[in-house]
């Protein structure tokens, strides 16, 4: 039994009505989705699968609701400042050093804080441009990356001389248009669809593949590998580790900033 006296079959009937509506779920661990399924249901005041699956036939605007709630994520600009020293001294320069076009992917990119970072750090580098695929489900999401408006939160971890430079004086802070256009936002889902565009000199997929089982987790990592150019870099999370078939594909550069390489 599920808490609240649900079933295992009446959770699975939810999700099949979930995954009718176009969100591939299956590939998730089932106490993320328990929970926050959870968080839907005692906002509608509800207390079972069966329910929650009446209120989503009622009312189709919950669904988009409740895919907020199931991709939601903690993002900001420079997010762990040691992971953006690395990619700026290390990881960037070397892409660019390479020369030919660049393309990059920041793959479950939810508001776009992290694909204008890696657009930032590219142009400071001499690629102006490089081309920054930011992809994710959520069309909420990809609305505010759009926009490229943050509030002051948002910023915290911004070099100084950087924030003078690419953002707006004021909040709402918004986004130099130099470095928006060379930004592409794609709505996409992790779970089925084909990487964008490769060949990826860099993809960043940090904090995304976690809510994810093992299965689904190597099947992308395989798919992160094809999508790289030969001597292209995967940069993961830093609770997430590198599992199946890919981790004999992709040579550690940095265990602790979970940063790995295709071979040439």
Sequence with gaps: MIAGGATDGELSALLAKI???????????????????????????????????????????????????????????????????????????????????????????????????????????????????????????????????????????????????????????RVAPEIVRMVRPLAHDLTRDAPPQPPYRLIVCRNVVIYFARPLQERLFQAFHDALAPGGWLLLGKVEALFGPARGLLHTEDARERLFRRGA
């Design 19 to 173: 995954e009718r509506r176009g969100l591939q779920v299956t590939g998730y661990k089932q106490p993320c989705l328990r929970r926050r399924i959870a968080v839907r249901m005692r906002a509608r005041g509800v207390h079972t699968y069966d329910a929650y699956g009446r209120v989503l036939d009622a009312q189709p605007e919950e669904y988009d609701l409740l895919v907020d709630a199931l991709t939601i994520t903690v993002t900001k600009f420079f997010r762990n400042p040691e992971t953006y020293a690395l990619l700026r001294e290390r990881v960037v320069p070397a892409i660019v050093a390479e020369g030919g076009g660049i393309a990059a992917w920041s793959a479950g990119c939810a508001t776009g804080e992290e694909a204008y970072s890696l657009a930032i750090l590219f142009w400071e580098a001499g690629a102006p441009r490089a081309r920054i695929d930011a992809t994710d489900l959520d069309a909420n999401a990809l609305a505010v990356l759009e926009r490229a408006e943050y509030p002051e939160s948002a910023l915290a971890d911004v070099p100084p001389e950087l924030r003078a430079r690419w953002f707006s004086g004021e909040a709402p802070y």
